[in-house]
C-alpha cells in the first residue's frame, strides 16, 4: 500500500532522511522507533507532503500512485493521514465545523456532492463515541486551550472522520496518562482493518503494549538501521538506544 | 476656499441656528479659536505622520445638510443588528430621523444630544460632563466641539441598566454631492451601572462623506461599559474617530473597534484612568484591502495605583492598504501596582500593503509589569500544512487561517448576535467560504 524506496530529504541543506526503504502493507501495524533527532518526524512530515522538507532523492508511492507533485491535500484525499505531535489551535473554528469543512473537501475533490447534515452528525456521534468523547467538547474551538491529552485524543477522532488508507500517528502517546492512552489506543484497534494501515512513530515501547505492531524499525541518523517483529521494541526498551548507536558505528 | 475657511465661515452661520445664550456657547467659541490657531494637523506632526487629511481638505464639503433626507426601514434595516431588539438613535445626514429611532425616558435617558444642550432639565449634567474630558488642544477635537449640537445623548443613572443595547447609528444619502458631519455623543453611566452601545457610520452611495465625530464617556465607580465600532463603511466615506474616556475606581470599560472599510479611517482611541483597580480594554480587528487606509492611535493613561488597561489589535492588510498602530502608555509615578498590556499583530496579504505599528511607554513609576509586542509576518507555514493535511486545500487553509487569526480577538464580545455578525463580517471580507454557519 505504501512503498518508500531510498528516500532523502532535507531541510534548509541539511539531509535528515538518508536513504529510507519501507514498505507498508495494507492491514498491517508498523512501529517505528528511535532516539531523538533521529528523523521519525521528519519521515512522518514527508509521508504527508510537508513543502518545508525538499526530497532530494528516491520516492513515496501510495497504492502504485507515485506521490511526489502531490500536495498535502491531494494525499489527504487519497487516504494519507497524520496524526500530529503537536496539533495546531484554530480559535473560533469548532472540532466538528472543521471536520464538516475536511470532510466536505475530500468529497468535493472526489466530485461528490456535500455530506448532509444528517448523515454528518450521525458520523461525529458514532466517531465521538469510540473515543469516548463528550458532545460539549465538539463545540469546543479546535485544539484552543485543550489539554495534551485532548489534543491527541481529537487528533485519532479526526483520523476516525476521515477514515484513511494509511495512518500515521507522530508520538501520539506523548503526554497521554495511561487512561486517556487506553482511550486512544483502543481507538485505533478499532479502526484498524484489512484494508488500512498505520504506521506508529513513538519514543517508547508503551504504546506498543496497546497496540501490537507487526514490524518494529529503528531509524538512527536518518537512515532504518534495525528492523524486527514486535520483541524488537521490548529490547529497545530494556537495552536503550546507546548499543545500536555502537553498533552501527562498527 | 479651502476647507478650513469654508468651516470658520460657516460657524457665524452655524450660530444663528443655536441658543448664543447658552453656557455651551462659550465653549464652542473658545474651541473654533483653537481650531482656527491650529487648523488640520499635518504630516509634520508625530502623531499623523502616517495619515495625510490633505487629499479631504481639498474637496468641496458642504457643512450644513439639506433636512429632508428620509429613509425607508427597510433600505437600511441590514446596518442594524436587527437579530435583538435595541434602542436607536439614528441620524440621516447628520439630522436626527425620530422615524428610525427609538429613544427612552424610562429610568434612563437614551435621546439626543440636541435635547440635551438646549433643555434646562438636563443642564446639570451638561455642566458638569459636557467637554470635560474631551482635548481642548487637539484641532479636530476642537473643531467638533465648536459644531457641536446633535449626537447621542446616553445618560444610565447609579444601578441601572437599559434593557437592551444602544445603536448609534448614522447613514448618509448621497443626496448632497459631499457631505461632513460632525456627531457629537455624550455618555454618563453613574456608580454600579452599566450599558452596552454600538455606534456605526453608513455611507448609502459612493458620494464623499467626512464624519469628524466626538464621543466622551463617563464611567464612574463600578459601572460597565461596553462600546462597540463597526467600521465597514463604502470606499469614499472617511471617518476621523475621538473618543475619551474617563473612569472611576472599580469601572470596566471594553471599546471593540471593527476596521473593515472605509476609504481613510483615524482611530484617536482615549483612556483616562482616574481611580483605582480600573480595567480599560481596548480590541481591533483591522482587515483592509484596496487602497484603504485605517489609523488606529491608542492612548492608556494610568494616573492612579493598582489599575490594568489591555489592547490587542489585529490587522490583516491586502492590496494597497496601509495600516497604522501606535499605542501609547502612560504610568504616572503614583500609579504603582499598573498592568499595562499591549499586543498588535499582523499579517500582511499583498506586497503592496504596508502597517506602520508602534508602541509608545512612558512610565515613570517602577512596580509595574508593562508589556508589549508587536508582529507582522506572515501566516503560519506550520499551521497551514495541518490544515492542508486534513484535505483542506491551501487557499481555503489560508483563508481559515486568517479568520482564526482575527477571530481571537472576539472572545470578549459580550452580544452573540453581534459576535455572530462579526464573525460573518470577517468571513466576507476575507473570502472566505467556511463551509459552515456560524
Same mark, same amino acid.
Given at each position: 500500500?505504501?512503498?518508500?524506496?531510498?528516500?532523502?530529504? #532535507?531541510?534548509?541543506?541539511?539531509?535528515?532522511?538518508?536513504?529510507?526503504?519501507?514498505?507498508?502493507?495494507?492491514?498491517?501495524?508498523?512501529?517505528?522507533?528511535?532516539?531523538?533527532?533521529?528523523?521519525?518526524?521528519?519521515?512522518?512530515?514527508?509521508?504527508?507532503?510537508?513543502?518545508?522538507?525538499?526530497?532530494?532523492?528516491? #520516492?513515496?508511492?501510495?497504492?502504485?500512485?507515485?506521490?511526489?507533485?502531490?500536495?498535502?491535500?491531494?494525499?489527504?484525499?487519497?487516504?494519507?493521514?497524520?496524526?500530529?505531535?503537536?496539533?495546531?489551535?484554530?480559535?473560533?473554528?469548532?472540532?466538528?465545523?472543521?471536520?464538516?469543512?475536511?470532510?466536505?473537501?475530500?468529497?468535493?475533490?472526489?466530485?461528490?456532492?456535500?455530506?448532509?447534515?444528517?448523515?454528518?452528525?450521525?458520523?461525529?456521534?458514532?466517531?465521538?463515541?469510540?473515543?469516548?468523547?463528550?458532545?460539549?467538547?465538539?463545540?469546543? #474551538?479546535?485544539?484552543?486551550?485543550?489539554?495534551?491529552?485532548?489534543?491527541?485524543?481529537?487528533?485519532?477522532?479526526?483520523?476516525?472522520?476521515?477514515?484513511?488508507?494509511?495512518?500515521?500517528?507522530?508520538?501520539?502517546?506523548?503526554?497521554?496518562?495511561?487512561?486517556?492512552?487506553?482511550?486512544?489506543? #483502543?481507538?485505533?484497534?478499532?479502526?484498524?482493518?484489512?484494508?488500512?494501515?498505520?504506521?506508529?512513530?513513538?519514543?517508547?515501547?508503551?504504546?506498543?503494549?496497546?497496540?501490537?505492531?507487526?514490524?518494529?524499525?529503528?531509524?538512527?541518523?536518518?537512515?532504518?538501521?534495525?528492523?524486527?517483529?514486535?520483541?524488537?521494541?521490548?529490547?529497545?526498551?530494556?537495552?536503550?538506544?546507546?548499543?545500536?548507536?555502537?553498533?552501527?558505528?562498527? | 476656499?479651502?476647507?478650513?475657511?469654508?468651516?470658520?465661515?460657516?460657524?457665524?452661520?452655524?450660530?444663528?441656528?443655536?441658543?448664543?445664550?447658552?453656557?455651551?456657547?462659550?465653549?464652542?467659541?473658545?474651541?473654533?479659536?483653537?481650531?482656527?490657531?491650529?487648523?488640520?494637523?499635518?504630516?509634520?506632526?508625530?502623531?499623523?505622520?502616517?495619515?495625510?487629511?490633505?487629499?479631504?481638505?481639498?474637496?468641496?464639503?458642504?457643512?450644513?445638510?439639506?433636512?429632508?433626507?428620509?429613509?425607508?426601514?427597510?433600505?437600511?434595516?441590514?446596518?442594524?443588528?436587527?437579530?435583538?431588539?435595541?434602542?436607536?438613535?439614528?441620524?440621516?445626514?447628520?439630522?436626527?430621523?425620530?422615524? $428610525?429611532?427609538?429613544?427612552?425616558?424610562?429610568?434612563?435617558?437614551?435621546?439626543?444630544?440636541?435635547?440635551?444642550?438646549?433643555?434646562?432639565?438636563?443642564?446639570?449634567?451638561?455642566?458638569?460632563?459636557?467637554?470635560?474630558?474631551?482635548?481642548?488642544?487637539?484641532?479636530?477635537?476642537?473643531?467638533?466641539?465648536?459644531?457641536?449640537?446633535?449626537?447621542?445623548?446616553?445618560?444610565?443613572?447609579?444601578?441601572?441598566?437599559?434593557?437592551?443595547?444602544?445603536?448609534? $447609528?448614522?447613514?448618509?444619502?448621497?443626496?448632497?454631492?459631499?457631505?461632513?458631519?460632525?456627531?457629537?455623543?455624550?455618555?454618563?453611566?453613574?456608580?454600579?451601572?452599566?450599558?452596552?452601545?454600538?455606534?456605526?457610520?453608513?455611507?448609502?452611495?459612493?458620494?464623499?462623506?467626512?464624519?469628524?465625530?466626538?464621543?466622551?464617556?463617563?464611567?464612574?465607580?463600578?459601572?460597565?461599559?461596553?462600546?462597540?465600532?463597526?467600521?465597514?463603511?463604502?470606499?469614499?466615506?472617511?471617518?476621523?474617530?475621538?473618543?475619551?474616556?474617563?473612569?472611576?475606581?472599580?469601572?470596566?470599560?471594553?471599546?471593540?473597534?471593527?476596521?473593515?472599510?472605509?476609504?481613510?479611517?483615524?482611530?484617536?482611541?482615549?483612556?483616562?484612568?482616574?481611580?483605582?483597580?480600573?480595567?480599560?480594554?481596548?480590541?481591533?480587528?483591522?482587515?483592509?484591502?484596496?487602497?484603504?487606509?485605517?489609523?488606529?492611535?491608542?492612548?492608556?493613561?494610568?494616573?492612579?495605583?493598582?489599575?490594568?488597561?489591555?489592547?490587542?489589535?489585529?490587522?490583516?492588510?491586502?492590496?494597497?492598504?496601509?495600516?497604522?498602530?501606535?499605542?501609547?502608555?502612560?504610568?504616572?509615578?503614583?500609579?504603582?501596582?499598573?498592568?499595562?498590556?499591549?499586543?498588535?499583530?499582523?499579517?500582511?496579504?499583498?506586497?503592496?500593503?504596508?502597517?506602520?505599528?508602534?508602541?509608545?511607554?512612558?512610565?515613570?513609576?517602577?512596580?509595574?509589569?508593562?508589556?508589549?509586542?508587536?508582529?507582522?509576518?506572515?501566516?503560519?507555514?506550520?499551521? $497551514?500544512?495541518?490544515?492542508?493535511?486534513?484535505?483542506?486545500?491551501?487557499?481555503?487553509?489560508?483563508?481559515?487561517?486568517?479568520?482564526?487569526?482575527?477571530?481571537?480577538?472576539?472572545?470578549?464580545?459580550?452580544?452573540?448576535?453581534?459576535?455572530?455578525?462579526?464573525?460573518?463580517?470577517?468571513?466576507?471580507?476575507?473570502?472566505?467560504?467556511?463551509?459552515?454557519?456560524?
Amino acid at each position: 500500500m505504501l512503498k518508500i524506496k531510498d528516500l532523502h530529504a #532535507s531541510v534548509e541543506d541539511k539531509e535528515i532522511l538518508k536513504g529510507i526503504n519501507l514498505e507498508v502493507k495494507a492491514g498491517e501495524v508498523h512501529a517505528i522507533m528511535g532516539p531523538n533527532g533521529s528523523g521519525k518526524s521528519t519521515l512522518a512530515s514527508v509521508i504527508a507532503g510537508n513543502e518545508n522538507f525538499e526530497v532530494t532523492q528516491g #520516492s513515496i508511492e501510495l497504492s502504485g500512485e507515485d506521490l511526489e507533485e502531490v500536495s498535502p491535500e491531494e494525499r489527504a484525499h487519497k487516504g494519507v493521514f497524520l496524526s500530529f505531535q503537536y496539533p495546531v489551535e484554530i480559535p473560533g473554528v469548532s472540532v466538528t465545523n472543521f471536520m464538516k469543512t475536511a470532510i466536505n473537501e475530500s468529497r468535493k475533490a472526489k466530485g461528490l456532492e456535500d455530506m448532509p447534515a444528517k448523515d454528518m452528525l450521525k458520523l461525529i456521534r458514532e466517531k465521538s463515541e469510540l473515543l469516548e468523547i463528550d458532545r460539549k467538547f465538539l463545540s469546543r #474551538s479546535l485544539n484552543e486551550g485543550f489539554s495534551g491529552g485532548e489534543k491527541k485524543r481529537n487528533e485519532i477522532f479526526q483520523m476516525a472522520m476521515l477514515e484513511p488508507k494509511v495512518a500515521i500517528l507522530d508520538e501520539t502517546d506523548s503526554g497521554l496518562d495511561i487512561d486517556a492512552l487506553r482511550i486512544v489506543a #483502543s481507538g485505533v484497534n478499532k479502526l484498524k482493518s484489512k484494508d488500512n494501515a498505520v504506521i506508529l512513530i513513538t519514543h517508547y515501547q508503551r504504546l506498543l503494549e496497546y497496540i501490537v505492531p507487526d514490524y518494529v524499525h529503528v531509524l538512527h541518523n536518518g537512515k532504518i538501521v534495525k528492523s524486527g517483529g514486535k520483541e524488537l521494541a521490548l529490547e529497545l526498551e530494556e537495552k536503550g538506544y546507546d548499543w545500536l548507536k555502537q553498533e552501527t558505528a562498527v | 476656499m479651502d476647507l478650513k475657511d469654508k468651516l470658520i465661515s460657516s460657524f457665524m452661520a452655524f450660530e444663528n441656528n443655536v441658543d448664543v445664550e447658552h453656557p455651551v456657547h462659550d465653549v464652542r467659541m473658545a474651541a473654533i479659536k483653537n481650531f482656527e490657531d491650529k487648523g488640520f494637523p499635518s504630516k509634520k506632526e508625530e502623531a499623523w505622520k502616517y495619515t495625510s487629511l490633505n487629499s479631504l481638505q481639498k474637496i468641496d464639503f458642504s457643512i450644513f445638510p439639506k433636512e429632508d433626507n428620509a429613509l425607508e426601514y427597510k433600505d437600511v434595516k441590514r446596518y442594524f443588528l436587527h437579530e435583538i431588539d435595541s434602542y436607536k438613535i439614528v441620524f440621516v445626514d447628520g439630522i436626527y430621523s425620530s422615524y $428610525l429611532s427609538e429613544t427612552t425616558h424610562d429610568g434612563v435617558d437614551i435621546c439626543l444630544m440636541s435635547a440635551a444642550l438646549t433643555k434646562p432639565m438636563y443642564k446639570p449634567v451638561i455642566d458638569v460632563y459636557f467637554n470635560k474630558i474631551a482635548s481642548k488642544d487637539e484641532s479636530l477635537t476642537s473643531l467638533n466641539t465648536a459644531f457641536s449640537r446633535e449626537g447621542a445623548y446616553i445618560y444610565i443613572p447609579k444601578n441601572k441598566m437599559p434593557k437592551k443595547p444602544i445603536e448609534i $447609528l448614522h447613514f448618509s444619502t448621497g443626496n448632497e454631492a459631499s457631505l461632513m458631519l460632525q456627531p457629537r455623543n455624550l455618555i454618563v453611566v453613574e456608580e454600579n451601572a452599566e450599558v452596552q452601545i454600538i455606534e456605526r457610520h453608513q455611507s448609502l452611495t459612493s458620494n464623499e462623506v467626512l464624519t469628524n465625530a466626538v464621543t466622551e464617556i463617563f464611567a464612574a465607580k463600578s459601572a460597565i461599559v461596553d462600546f462597540y465600532k463597526i467600521q465597514n463603511d463604502v470606499e469614499s466615506a472617511s471617518l476621523i474617530d475621538n473618543t475619551y474616556i474617563d473612569q472611576k475606581d472599580k469601572s470596566v470599560v471594553k471599546v471593540h473597534t471593527f476596521s473593515f472599510g472605509g476609504k481613510l479611517t483615524r482611530n484617536n482611541l482615549n483612556f483616562y484612568q482616574n481611580g483605582e483597580y480600573i480595567d480599560s480594554t481596548m480590541k481591533g480587528v483591522t482587515i483592509l484591502g484596496e487602497k484603504q487606509h485605517v489609523d488606529h492611535h491608542t492612548l492608556v493613561h494610568h494616573i492612579e495605583p493598582n489599575c490594568e488597561s489591555h489592547q490587542d489589535y489585529k490587522g490583516i492588510y491586502g492590496d494597497s492598504s496601509t495600516g497604522v498602530f501606535n499605542g501609547k502608555i502612560i504610568v504616572d509615578k503614583i500609579a504603582q501596582k499598573t498592568n499595562a498590556f499591549q499586543q498588535n499583530n499582523n499579517i500582511l496579504i499583498s506586497d503592496k500593503a504596508s502597517i506602520n505599528t508602534k508602541p509608545q511607554l512612558e512610565i515613570f513609576a517602577d512596580d509595574v509589569k508593562c508589556s508589549h509586542g508587536c508582529t507582522i509576518g506572515q501566516l503560519d507555514e506550520d499551521a $497551514l500544512f495541518y490544515l492542508q493535511s486534513r484535505g483542506i486545500p491551501q487557499k481555503e487553509a489560508r483563508a481559515l487561517l486568517m479568520y482564526a487569526f482575527a477571530n481571537n480577538v472576539l472572545s470578549s464580545v459580550r452580544i452573540p448576535e453581534l459576535k455572530t455578525r462579526i464573525n460573518k463580517l470577517i468571513a466576507k471580507k476575507l473570502g472566505v467560504n467556511l463551509g459552515f454557519d456560524l
